[in-house]
């Protein structure tokens, strides 16, 4: 334990963590809390931060709209039923589903979910009755979900009524949850593709939170490959007026359920797809301690930055007369003021809140009772930002490097592992992985006839005339050099007619867009060179 221990050189109490979420919690209320406190961040942007957020593991949001395949996609993952699900092609899922790990198969309605110190949801409080009717914890014992829970949320409605009729601020909670989870998936339906005025409005409130997003284009089977390209130019063209970074937004294609495919001349597509969103989904526990901290930071830039705002409006008060005249002054100038802090504490104009909505929030404030400026709160959190982040960084890699392969087991993650249909199995140079006959042997009359007019020498070629022919594939010299190295099989410097022949198949497997092996597999070693000289291993 000894070595993801360390010491905090603070002058008053050198404190021990024992891991990093502890340390966090620790730093959190220590050092940023009193900051966040004393210039009302928790009216303005976020409630404060429990045990349970430091403790809970790596949370999933799906957000779409209605039937675009959200509550099937968990499905999917889990493949099993989760208590509480309905699917359906109008709108099924009308509330916010956690689907959590539990001993027995059960549902926790939200009243009693927000009063549960142990889950991360208790904060969810602030958003009333109307939103915790619509609000439930499904747990079942899954071995997906023993290492990652997932947050189905209702189907997003296009037109102005249903809007109006959920009662509680949609856009406002999907930001709550938001900040708290390691992965946001939009999920778009290839088939009919729209994004509606509520939807805009979602993505819009997830606007700080792009590095967590992914985009699922889902049931792209149900179209032929021209349509499909036409929908997804026609998906990055929409996602671009809304998501306003230079970056592209990673867009998974695929059909996330086990149906047979509908058209099925994309497979091959769609199984990458699948396989690359696993791996990121199976990522998120080994990162989960980064995220937090990631998190964490982008906080307390917030609460600085929220300490010098309201500190500059206290100070802009007049003490006895024309109180409620100076507020509307301040309010409407609230641009300038930002411009100003900017300046003076040289913060980058990113860090700062949204001016409209700080100016909606602060016309219900009293700015009389706002704090002035603390400067040791303020050194507090600058002093977490500069030293104690850094030290609880080099323990994330620690406890990183202490762990086992932390990844996501169970469920769809188990049937793309291994045996013929893992990915990739019996392509490129897996090809033959499980016939008797060694698959080079197959093109090798072409090879020899080119490995004859090299004129070889006691049956071998060397390297200078091997090398010239090997050039023609147009092949850069990095890539020559590994396949040299894995087809001079006896480590002499030249080629028999075997080696020859397999250098050709492992550049016709490069040529063919698949990976070289790091080493030779059993089933492209020559039969000459194996063991025992027989065509077995």
């Known amino acids: 334990k000894s070595a993801t221990m360390f010491r905090k050189t603070l002058k008053k109490d050198p404190e021990l963590f024992q891991n990093v979420s502890e340390g966090l919690r620790k730093l959190y209320r220590t050092k940023l809390f009193p900051l966040e406190d004393a210039y009302r961040f928790h009216d303005f942007h976020s409630p404060a931060l429990e045990d349970a957020d430091f403790d809970n593991k790596p949370m999933v949001l799906l957000v779409g709209q209605y039937s675009t395949g959200k509550t099937t996609f968990i499905r999917h993952l889990m493949e099993q039923d989760f208590p509480g699900m309905r699917i359906g092609p109008e709108p099924t899922t009308d509330s916010f589903i956690a689907v959590m790990h539990g001993e027995q198969d059960g549902v926790i309605p939200g009243n009693a979910l927000v009063v549960d110190p142990k889950k991360p949801f208790r904060k969810l409080n602030a958003f009333g009755n109307a939103f915790l009717n619509r609000f439930m914890c499904a747990q079942m014992p899954n071995p997906v979900l023993e290492s990652i829970s997932i947050i189905d949320t209702p189907g997003i409605l296009s037109g102005e009524k249903q809007r109006i009729s959920r009662g509680y601020d949609f856009a406002a909670v999907l930001e709550w949850f938001a900040e708290r989870v390691d992965r946001i998936i939009l999920l778009f339906d290839a088939h009919k593709l729209d994004i509606s005025d509520e939807f805009s409005e979602v993505i819009r409130a997830l606007k700080n939170h792009e590095d967590k997003m992914r985009v699922v284009l889902n049931k792209a089977d149900q179209i032929s490959t021209q349509q499909l390209m036409r929908v997804y130019g026609a998906l990055m063209w929409s996602l671009g007026k809304i998501i306003n970074t230079p970056e592209v937004v990673r867009v998974y294609i695929g059909s996330f ?6 058209v099925p001349d994309n497979r091959k597509l769609f199984e990458a797809e699948e396989q690359d969103l696993f791996l990121d989904i199976q990522s998120l526990p080994r990162n989960a301690a980064l995220r937090k901290l990631n998190d964490l930071i982008k ?5 600085k930055v929220q300490a010098y705002i309201i ?34 504490h040289q913060i980058s104009p990113g860090d700062f809140p949204n001016l409209a909505k700080m100016q909606e929030l602060l016309n219900g404030q009293d700015f009389t009772k706002f704090a002035s400026l603390k400067p040791k709160l303020l050194e507090a959190v600058e002093d977490m930002l500069a030293n104690d982040i850094a030290r609880l960084m080099a323990m994330v890699r620690q406890e990183e490097s202490a762990m086992p392969s932390q990844t996501v087991k169970g469920g769809a993650f188990e049937g793309t592992m291994s045996g013929p249909f893992g990915h990739g199995y019996g392509e490129g140079a897996s090809e033959g992985i499980d016939e008797l006959e060694w698959v080079v042997g197959r093109d090798k009359p072409t090879y020899d006839e080119i490995f004859y007019t090299l004129s070889p020498i006691n049956g071998k070629v060397s390297g ?19 396949i040299w190295k894995l087809a001079d099989v006896d480590k002499d410097g030249y080629l028999d007619d075997e080696e020859f022949a397999l250098a050709n198949h492992l550049i016709k497997v490069k040529l063919e867009g698949h990976e070289l092996p790091a080493e030779l597999p059993n089933h492209l070693v020559p039969p000459s060179k194996r063991p025992g000289n027989s065509l077995q291993d």
């Open 257 to 262: 359920w086990a149906q047979p495919l509908l």
């Open 299 to 303: 906080r307390a830039r917030l609460a």
């Open 311 to 344: 500190s500059s409006l206290k100070k802009e008060m007049p003490s006895v007369f024309g109180k409620d005249s100076k507020k509307k002054e301040l309010i409407a100038n609230l641009g300038e003021i930002y411009q100003k802090i900017e300046k003076e």
């Open 464 to 482: 200078a005339a091997a090398k010239k022919e090997m050039l023609k594939s147009k092949l850069p010299n990095t890539v020559l050099g590994k």
